[in-house]
């Protein structure tokens, strides 16, 4: 089925490590973003990227680092995780030539501790 | 991106409509509306959009007011699996080259009871 994957569904962390969020889509959309949930509020954008090879920074970008090196794989770094890093990430894909819907995954659940 | 006000919570008994509001007075020419849920733990899903007439698909009715101010998205047959909640989103289409993020707001909470 075509979609959108992240990975890992959950992760444990030590403070201080480094971290890389998987997603790849499989659509051949343009456009990815990163996306954290937090409880109590909505959908913040961390970083976006328009095409292969360009990158740009969102609402709330400091602390992740993001590559988008082709169109189906955008992973997202955390260099030196905190513990206010903890929180529910959300990858997303558009095309955004149509200006249609963004398809999201189903998320990965960070715990740094 | 226009803003959007929603109300924080809404309940809807199983098999009947639910209605649930948005307002976006700040709404400008072309600015398109759009409806994501997410129910529990899971990623927000598209319901529907739309610019300026009515929209209706398989999962949803969209009506926007005549001055597209506000809009309503309308669940004819609500399930308790419609349970989630529902983010109004206002935003222009993409201007070439740029990815357009949306902006997610609080929502409402849509419970449907049986």
């Known amino acids: 089925i075509a979609g959108i994957t992240q990975a890992p569904t959950s992760q444990i962390l030590a403070a201080g490590r480094r971290m890389t969020l998987r997603c790849t889509q499989d659509m051949r959309h343009n456009a990815m973003y990163w996306y954290r949930q937090d409880l109590g509020l909505g959908l913040r954008l961390i970083h976006y990227?328009?095409?292969?090879?360009?990158?740009g920074k969102g609402e709330v970008p400091d602390g992740y680092s993001v590559s988008r090196a082709n169109t189906d794989d955008f992973p997202l770094t955390l260099a030196s995780a905190v513990p206010s890093q903890t929180s529910v990430y959300f990858c997303?894909?558009?095309?955004?030539?149509?200006?249609?819907?963004?398809?999201f995954g189903q998320g990965t659940r960070l715990t740094v501790v | 991106d226009a803003k959007t006000t929603q109300p924080p919570s809404m309940d809807c008994a199983e098999g009947r409509a639910a209605n649930l509001p948005c307002n976006h007075s700040?709404?400008?020419?072309?600015?398109?509306v759009y409806w994501y849920r997410q129910i529990h733990s899971q990623g927000p899903q598209y319901i529907i959009h739309?610019?300026?007439n009515n929209e209706t698909n398989e999962m949803a009715s969209l009506i926007i007011t005549e001055d597209r101010k506000s809009s309503t998205l309308i669940l004819p047959h609500a399930t308790l699996r419609d349970t989630a909640v529902y983010y109004c989103?206002?935003?222009?289409?993409?201007?070439?080259?740029?990815?357009?993020?949306?902006?997610f707001g609080s929502g409402t909470q849509l419970t449907v009871l049986p």
């Open positions: 990227s328009n095409t292969a090879g360009t990158t």
């Open positions: 739309g610019l300026k």
């Open positions: 997303a894909s558009s095309d955004s030539s149509k200006g249609t819907e963004a398809f």
């Open positions: 989103i206002v935003r222009s289409l993409m201007v070439s080259g740029s990815a357009r993020q949306l902006t």
């Open positions: 700040t709404i400008s020419g072309n600015e398109y």
